[in-house]
């Protein structure tokens, strides 16, 4: 019976340390496939990353991507919030991969997530986290104002790299 526990804890440990593994590439734009990639908005309406993306271009972006049945997405939670109150010019927009709509709004509405709120309404894997080398939630992009990527892999809310990225588009 050990031996089978000491298997199952190598393999989630495994997994853990692989899932968040930078990808190799940094990337700084995103490749036509992620940006059709279609969203629902909270009012229900369908667009896509792109027009999202087009939307808010002119701004510094906090993008964010999530779900309600991820622990350390709501762990962080606080510091996404304490990054938003340090960088108030900076626009947060989150994209939620939970399974089910009303979990999504009910997560909104439960930790008070201010920003633009857009759902997949897909499995995990879809154009646009393939484009991105989805490995991992919570996962934090920086998008400059010209729409290009200027971070491209962070999982913490408080990692010093999004700061300075964002201090580096100032």
Known sequence: MKFIYSIVLSIVVAHWAWGQQPPAVSKTEFPDSALQQSLFGLDGEQTTAGAVLEANKGKTVLLYIWAMW?????KGFP?????????????????????????????????????????????????????????????????????????????????????EAVDALR
Not at 70 to 74: H, N, Q, Y
């Open 70 to 74: 991820c622990p350390d997405c709501l």
């Open 79 to 163: 510091e996404l919030q304490a990054f938003q109150k340090a960088n108030p010019d900076v626009a947060v927009v989150y994209f939620s991969l939970d399974r089910q709509e009303q979990q999504w709004q009910d997560g909104i509405r439960k930790f008070k997530l201010e920003g633009e709120h857009y759902w997949f309404k897909t499995d995990w894997k879809n154009d646009f986290t393939n484009a991105i080398d989805l490995n991992w939630i919570p996962r934090y992009l920086i998008i400059a104002p010209d729409g290009q990527i200027a971070k491209y892999y962070a999982v913490k809310a408080d990692d010093p790299a999004l700061q």
